[in-house]
C-alpha cells in the first residue's frame, strides 16, 4: 500500500510529467464521461460529452485537453466535433484506440465522414493510439468514383497540429484537410492493404499553409484509382511536404484539377521523400477542359525505388477511360514547375511523361539532376513530351521537347 503521502508524490509527478511535455493541461477523460473502451459498446455520446465539456472549458492558464487512455479501443459511430471552443488551444489526446462501425451498421446525420472535426482553431491531436477505419466494409470489388465516406475530416480550422497517431483502413480519404489554414501534420502512420480503393492517405482540398513532415504511409494500387500517399487538391496553396516514405500507393500528386470552375494550385514544394514500388510518383494531373492554374510547383531531393510512372505531367487527365471530356479549347495551366535531384528506378520504360495540351501547353518546366533507371540492369528507358516548354539539364533520360 502506497501512503497517502506517496500517493500524493506520485500525483505530483504525474501532474510535472505532463506539464512539462505539453504545458498545464486540464484533463477530460472520456472515462469520466461514461467511455467503457472495449471496442465494442458504442462511446460516441461519452466522447461528445468530453468533447463540449473541454471545448467550452474557460481555462486561463492550462489547456483544455480531452484525454483518450490508453491500453482500450473505443467504439466510435460517426461523429463531429465542432468549434469554436472558448480556449484558443485545445489537444485530442490519443493514447488508445479508435475503432469503426462497419458500413451497415453506420448511424448518425451525416455519411460523408467518420470523424469530423468542424470549425475548431488552435486544435493538437496527437498521440500513439491506432485510429482503425474498418473501410474494408466500404471498399467496392471493383474500382468506383463515387468516393465513399472519409475516415477523418478536418474541415474550417485555423493552426490544426497532427501528430504522432497512426491511421488504418479509411473507408475513403483517411485524412481530408480542407479549407484549413495553416495546418502541421507530422510523424503520422497512415496504411491501408493493396487492395483498396480510393483511399487517399492525406488529402490537402482548398487550404493554405499545410506541412506534411516524416511520415509512412502505404496505401492501395489498384490503378487509376486515386489512392495517393498525399493529394494536393484546387484551391491550395504554400504547401510544403517533407520525409515522406510512400509505398505501396499513388505518390504524391497535385490534382487532379479541372472538375470545378477555376482550379488553382500554387506554391508547393515537395522535398526528401522516398517512393517505393508505387504506380506513380511525383505527378501533376489535370482534366481537359477545365480552368484556373497550377503554378510554382517544386519536387526536391526524392527518391524512387522500382516505381511504375516516376515522373508525370497529365493535361489529359481521365483516369477510367470512359466519359472523358474531349474538349481542347481549354485546360488548367501548368507552369513553373522543377523537378531537381531526383534518382532511383523504374519498373517501366516511360519514366518521364510530360503531356501537355495542344491549346495551353506548360511553361517553363525545369529538370535538374533528374537520373532515372530501369529496376532490369542494362535495360533502356525514355522519356515522352508534348507540348511541354522549358529546360532540361543533367538528366537522363533525355527529353526532346525541353532546352538543353
Ligand atoms: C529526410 O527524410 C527522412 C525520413 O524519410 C528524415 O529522417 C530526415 O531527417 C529528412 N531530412 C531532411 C533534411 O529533411
Ligand atoms: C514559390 O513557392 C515557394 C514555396 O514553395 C515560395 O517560397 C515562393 O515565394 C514562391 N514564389 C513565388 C514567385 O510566388
Ligand atoms: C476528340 O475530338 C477530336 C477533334 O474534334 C476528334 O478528332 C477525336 O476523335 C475526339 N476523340 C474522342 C475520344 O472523342
Ligand atoms: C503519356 O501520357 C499520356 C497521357 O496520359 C498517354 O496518352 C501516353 O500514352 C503516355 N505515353 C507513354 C509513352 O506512356
Known amino acids: 500500500m502506497l501512503s497517502a ?5 506520485t500525483i505530483f509527478l504525474i501532474v510535472c510529467i505532463a506539464s512539462s511535455a505539453m504545458g498545464a493541461t486540464t484533463i477530460f477523460n472520456v472515462m469520466n464521461y461514461g467511455a467503457v473502451g472495449n471496442g465494442r459498446t458504442d462511446d460516441s455520446q461519452a466522447f461528445s460529452r468530453a468533447w463540449t465539456a473541454a471545448c467550452q472549458a474557460q481555462t486561463s492558464s492550462s489547456i483544455p485537453t480531452v484525454y483518450i487512455p490508453q491500453k482500450r479501443t473505443f467504439f466510435l459511430s460517426p461523429l463531429q ?9 485545445i489537444y485530442f489526446l490519443v493514447s488508445g484506440n479508435l475503432i469503426a462501425p462497419i458500413k451497415t451498421a453506420w448511424s448518425g446525420n451525416h455519411f460523408d465522414s467518420w470523424l469530423l472535426f468542424y470549425g475548431i482553431d488552435g486544435l493538437v491531436m496527437k498521440g500513439k493510439g491506432v485510429i482503425d477505419g474498418r473501410g474494408s466494409s466500404w471498399w467496392p470489388p471493383k474500382p468506383c468514383f463515387n468516393d465513399p465516406a472519409h475516415g477523418m475530416i478536418f474541415r474550417r480550422c485555423n493552426g490544426l497540429r497532427l501528430d504522432g497517431f497512426t491511421k488504418i483502413n479509411g473507408p475513403g480519404t483517411h485524412i481530408l484537410i480542407m479549407a484549413c489554414n495553416d495546418a502541421l501534420v507530422s510523424n503520422l502512420r497512415i496504411i491501408a492493404p493493396g487492395d483498396s480503393p480510393n483511399t487517399d492517405a492525406i488529402n490537402i482540398a482548398s487550404s493554405k499553409g499545410v506541412q506534411i513532415r516524416n511520415s509512412f504511409i502505404a496505401t492501395g494500387i489498384i490503378i487509376h484509382v486515386g489512392d495517393d500517399c498525399i493529394a494536393i487538391t484546387a484551391g491550395s496553396s504554400d504547401i510544403s511536404v517533407s520525409g515522406i516514405t510512400c509505398g505501396p500507393g499513388h505518390g504524391i500528386s497535385i490534382g487532379s484539377l479541372g472538375s470545378g470552375g477555376s482550379d488553382v494550385v500554387e506554391n508547393v514544394r515537395v522535398r526528401n521523400c522516398t517512393l517505393k514500388g508505387t504506380i506513380t510518383g511525383v505527378r501533376i494531373k489535370t482534366l481537359q477542359g477545365g480552368k484556373g492554374y497550377a503554378r510554382n510547383i517544386s519536387f526536391e531531393g526524392i527518391k524512387f525505388i522500382a516505381v511504375d510512372n516516376p515522373i508525370q505531367i497529365e493535361q489529359f487527365y481521365c483516369p477510367l477511360k470512359v466519359n472523358c471530356q474531349n474538349d481542347t479549347s481549354s485546360a488548367v495551366a501548368i507552369s513553373d514547375v522543377l523537378f531537381s535531384t531526383i534518382s532511383g528506378t523504374s519498373i517501366a520504360e516511360n519514366v518521364i511523361n510530360l503531356s501537355c495540351s495542344q491549346s495551353v501547353g506548360c511553361t517553363n518546366i525545369r529538370l535538374d539532376r533528374v537520373y532515372i533507371t530501369s529496376t ?24 526532346k521537347c525541353l532546352q538543353p
Open 5 to 9: 503521502m506517496e500517493h500524493l508524490f
Open 81 to 89: 466535433f465542432s468549434g469554436p471552443c472558448k480556449s484558443s488551444r
Open 376 to 399: 532490369v540492369p542494362g535495360k533502356k528507358v525514355y522519356a515522352n513530351c508534348f507540348n511541354a516548354h522549358g529546360k532540361a539539364t543533367r538528366t537522363k533520360p533525355a527529353i
